[in-house]
């Protein structure tokens, strides 16, 4: 068990001022058996009033809108969680977990790649098929920015052998679906990274258990999980839609730290 303080500061920039901007934010983290929310909180500027609301999925969700026109928008998440990675409740899974979606399908190199590393797996149980995927995975895709954008499915960066977390969990993620196990994407912050990150729940027949085949390893107290879907179309940390014809760009900034002081 441990306690994790964090920071994300995300902040967009318009090429020229836009107006009834309507933005949901999925930066708030929420309440599971695995961790307690201690303190939270968000700002953003320009200044709106923020609606909490749950998504289908059970994330929290931040809903404004500015109508005034602004040339960027800016928002701050921090606080406290408390992370105990081994204390995850029974949960059943949900059959859309085992259906293809956007950008999780198993299309013929994925079913080639589950064939070839499963092809001795009569008496594996669902999450030591999950496992030996999720190694597979990490030795099959390169970690390399900008060889992928948010619309590359898993097909398609197994094809290219390289992409980013989000890449490496749409793969791990189809690979489970056609082996039969249920697979669900995750957003979230890893103590040690300056930027979001993203790792795949697979579902042992009793509960959710993380895996993170970027970093090939297991889900600890090192995580900070925000939401969660079938694939990252379906629980972006920010989407917002505006009046204006301008281009935007994006940073993202973010601080995880583990107070030694307060961890058993």
């Known amino acids: 068990m441990k306690i994790l303080n964090y920071f994300f500061e995300t902040h967009l920039e318009f090429s020229e001022p836009v107006r009834d901007h309507d933005f949901v934010l999925r930066c708030m983290p929420p309440n599971t058996g695995a961790q307690t929310v201690m303190d939270a909180q968000i700002i953003v500027e320009p200044p709106a009033t923020l609606a909490a609301q749950v998504d289908g999925f059970g994330n929290n969700l931040q809903v404004g809108r500015l109508e005034a026109p602004h040339s960027s928008f800016s928002f701050v998440s921090s ?18 977990y085992l259906r293809p979606s956007e950008l999780a399908s198993a299309g013929p190199r994925v079913r080639e790649f589950v064939g070839d590393v499963l092809r001795v797996s009569a008496n594996l149980s669902a999450l030591q098929k999950a496992r030996r995927l999720s190694d597979a995975v990490a030795g099959a895709l390169a970690y390399e920015k900008g060889a992928t954008d948010v619309r590359t499915c898993g097909e398609d960066a197994l094809a290219g052998g390289r992409g980013v977390c989000q890449d490496f969990a749409h793969v791990l ?60 179309a379906d629980c972006p940390i920010e989407r917002g839609v505006f009046v204006g014809g301008a281009r935007q760009s994006m940073s993202v900034s973010v601080r995880v730290t583990d107070d030694a002081s307060l961890t058993w």
């Open 79 to 96: 606080g406290m969680v408390m992370v105990d990675s081994a204390n995850v409740s029974p949960e059943p899974a949900h059959p859309i």
């Open 173 to 232: 993620i189809a690979a489970c679906r056609c082996a039969g196990v249920p697979a669900r994407y995750v957003n979230g912050f890893l103590v040690g990274e300056g930027e979001t990150h993203a790792w795949v729940e697979v579902h042992d027949e009793c509960c959710w258990r993380g895996l993170d085949p970027t970093n090939r390893r297991e889900v600890d107290c090192g995580y900070i999980a925000l939401s969660h879907g079938r694939d990252f």
